[in-house]
């Protein structure tokens, strides 16, 4: 990777950290305990999953692996005030992470293990893309649809929503 490539992966973290703590700030406290179905998670669950996506970003550009033969659980936040705070902390410390990984390093191999039994093994940039940020991704636009069966707003995430119509390219 060089250097231009990775001002542009932190241009889309930047990106991406602004829209998610969006729509984290719309988590609403009253209706935790709701879920749109009996198979989907609760919207305290969902939003915790995005609120933490974070601490899988920092130990995939920390790290070299994940051992969850011995793992570290992610934090369970009670409200949107303490999912906020966490995910900012944990934001903050992954960007550092980013500036100061070198960039020979985006290509090594990253791995996910039980113990001595391999996972799953990929470059650290493809690990960090697709398992942690296309992740988030995801489960933030679930958590925008959850908003939307409350009827509640639905934050902008690429150019505009119903709730928000003024196109926007920021």
């Not at 231009?4 to 889309?12: I, N």
């Not at 930047?14 to 609760?42: G, I, N, Y």
């Not at 996506?53 to 303490?82: G, H, I, Q, S």
């Not at 009827?151 to 902008?156: C, G, H, K």
């Amino acid at each position: 990777m060089d250097k231009q490539t990775l001002d542009e992966l932190l241009a889309e973290y930047d990106r991406e950290m602004k829209v998610t703590r969006t729509v984290l700030d719309q988590v609403p406290d009253e209706h935790l305990d709701w879920a749109p179905h009996p198979k989907s998670m609760k919207l305290r669950n969902l939003a915790n999953h995005v609120a933490t996506m974070t601490d899988w970003l920092l130990v995939t550009v920390d790290k070299d692996e994940l051992d969850f033969a011995d793992p570290t659980p992610p934090p369970t936040y009670a409200n949107r005030a303490e999912m906020l705070a966490g995910f900012d902390r944990v934001a903050a410390q992954t960007r550092t992470a980013i500036m100061k990984l070198p960039l020979e390093k985006w290509h090594a191999t990253w791995t996910c293990r039980q113990g001595p039994q391999v996972l799953h093994a990929a470059s650290r940039l493809h690990i960090y893309r697709i398992w942690c940020l296309n992740h988030l991704v995801s489960h933030r636009g679930q958590l925008n649809l959850y908003y939307r069966l409350l009827n509640l707003p639905v934050a902008t995430l690429y150019f505009n929503s119903a709730d928000e119509p003024e196109f926007s390219f920021s």
